[in-house]
């Protein structure tokens, strides 16, 4: 999940007509990095975590396999298919199967991301809010399908618009041994589907040539609503299962009926899906949870886009990871949440009335026979057991955000990175492996890269922190020399110049028939890449939390939001295991904010604003 402020999205020169694409063919290609620079900076990365001795036998390790033949080799093989006709990018495809693709485990938790979003003080009935969420989604969508929406910029550098090709009626199709994203015919598929009591209905998105009303919408929302349907099979908890149990699964569903593959097809062709759940979240936690994956009985968990409306209209978003990352998703919701207010008055200068003769939804009344249906418990079950070994907090932090951090004249990401890695040794008394996604799509088919943000500057600067014999101006100067290693790390792999990536394509040019090099199964390689913090920054005013799993047993997923006056953080991990509690990060995320604050603040020259 790349990192920024999606809500400021797009900040570019203005042309009219067909524009999304227009940069498409311009766009620079992935660099492969020269192989010495790598090398040097995978020494760099694991030096925090060795001892002198160990540090040697790795610099020996990496330097042999830099001037080996081997090394040499597999370089030289990179760089062939970076410059092989036709490829704009060596790491897509390897990226897109391995990442994504191929990865067996259910989408939710292990892939999918969610957004929560803040509450409409006006506009909470369930169907008011699922018509507003409807229609801001079908103006976005016919920009996309039309190409009439701008592109991207990141400091006026066109960005690739590729994902958006992923967006809007398509689906993952799962498969064996790997999945695959599924397109559908916008034409063919002019619609978008709504499910209710594990229901699922297709709602055409005309009547007559005309596109449907705010108030149409909600029309036909109240219609599913007020159904006197009692609660089917959910048949959606068959897409939270293993992917390889649902691809056999898939296979029984269509042999149930011969109409359940045009059923089936409808559903998953669907421009987005739109959840109307009868639960009623309250808390933080309850909220995020229910984007995050519900009970899953009321979802279809393979649609990259399912917004969630609530029996007390709180709403979200839930993504399916493969075809796009957040950055892109979260730009759609902007542009959803951005407009109710105004879809709201435009509509009030209009005729309120809807059509009469508009006809209802569409039920999609899939045939399930007795093997589907047992299938379906099963994958309840499954499902239950995974949402019952996790959990959830979440911190809202008022006391300070990104108003007071520019004040330091530090990156603020690169503050709340910081913020993490002094909770994280407060809690265990070490420094733990830290994943933060960087976007790389100023490249063509660009996607993410990981920036290493544990340092030797910040390694030293939270044993400073937990020194009492350091002074506060040790301890800011450290601070800073850290928040600087993390943003020149940031900039490097943005520029496609990290490391984790080039790895990565250095040992998937290995050949069957070839030896791993050393490097590669040495302790360190694979600590050093043992994410403990799977962390990522996207900031929106108009959510109150955003999150995902998880990415290894032992640690936690860590999304979170910097707000003009607020810190935000959702913390997910297991609980099942006695090495890890959310609720225990929660707090030293909290006194680590405090921490840093006090020594911030005490050695900044300039006064700040009083709290």
Known sequence: MAQRNAAALPTSPRSAGKQLYQHQASLPHLPVPPLEQTCQ??????????????????????????????????????????????????????WNDIAYLRVRDPVVIFV?????????????????????????????????????????????????????????HTCRIPGSPVDTIGHYTPAEHDYFAVVHKNQFYVVPTQYQG??????????????????????????????????????????????????????????????????????APVTREEH???????????????????FIVAANGKAGF???????????????????????????????????????????????????????????????QRFDQLINDHQIRVLAYPGYGKNLIKQFKVSPDSYVQMLMQLAYYKMYGEIGPTYESVQTRRFARGRTEVCRSVSEASHQWVRA?????????????????????????????????????????????????????????EPVFSHSCHWKLSTSQLSSPHYSGWGYGEVVPDGYGL???????????????????????ASRLHHYLQEAAEDMRRVLVASTAAPVAKL
């Open 318 to 380: 839930l993504g399916e990871h493969a075809g796009m990352d957040g950055m892109v998703t979260s730009r759609l919701s902007n542009y959803v949440l951005d407009h109710v207010d105004q879809h709201r008055a435009d509509t009030a200068q209009h005729s309120n009335a809807a059509r009469q003769t508009l006809p209802s939804p569409e039920l999609l009344d899939f045939v399930l026979d007795e093997t589907v249906t047992k299938a379906i418990a099963q994958a309840e």
């Open 112 to 168: 999918s991301y969610f957004y929560a979003y803040e509450d409409h003080l006006t506009r909470m009935a369930p169907a008011q809010r699922a018509a507003d969420i409807a229609y801001g989604a079908l103006l976005f969508c016919r920009q996309v399908l039309d190409e009439t929406m701008e592109p991207e910029y990141v400091r006026r550098q066109p960005l690739c618009m590729e994902p958006y090709q992923n967006m809007f």
């Open 288 to 306: 995020s949870s229910m984007c995050w994956h519900g009970d899953g009985r009321n979802r279809f968990y393979d649609k990259p886009l399912q």
């Open 41 to 94: 900076k995978y020494v760099q990365s694991v030096r925090p975590y060795l001892n002198a001795d160990q540090l040697k036998r790795t610099q020996q390790l990496v330097q042999t396999f830099a001037q080996s033949e081997q090394g040499q080799a597999l370089q030289q093989r990179l760089e062939q298919r970076a410059n092989s006709p036709g490829v704009t990018n060596w790491l897509a495809d390897w």
């Open 210 to 279: 005309t596109p449907l009303t705010l108030i149409e919408l909600e029309q036909q929302f109240e219609r599913i609503l007020a159904a006197d349907r009692c609660a089917a099979p959910a048949l959606g908890a068959l897409t939270a299962d293993n992917r390889g149990i649902w691809t056999e699964n898939r296979k029984k569903l269509l042999a149930a009926s011969p109409r359940n593959h045009a059923l089936l097809t409808k559903l998953e062709g669907a421009a987005f899906l739109v959840c109307l759940d009868d639960t």
């Open 559 to 581: 999304a979170y939001m910097i707000k003009d006056n607020a810190l935000h953080f959702n913390i997910t991990c297991l609980n099942t295991r006695p090495d890890v509690n």
């Open 465 to 521: 922190m937990q020194d009492p014999a350091a002074t506060t101006e040790t301890k800011a100067t450290l601070a800073r020399q850290a928040m600087a290693a993390h943003s020149s790390y940031m900039q490097d792999a943005a520029a496609g110049q990290g490391i984790d990536r080039h790895m990565l394509g250095l040992r998937m040019c290995l050949r069957p028939n070839e030896t791993k090099p050393a490097m590669f199964d």
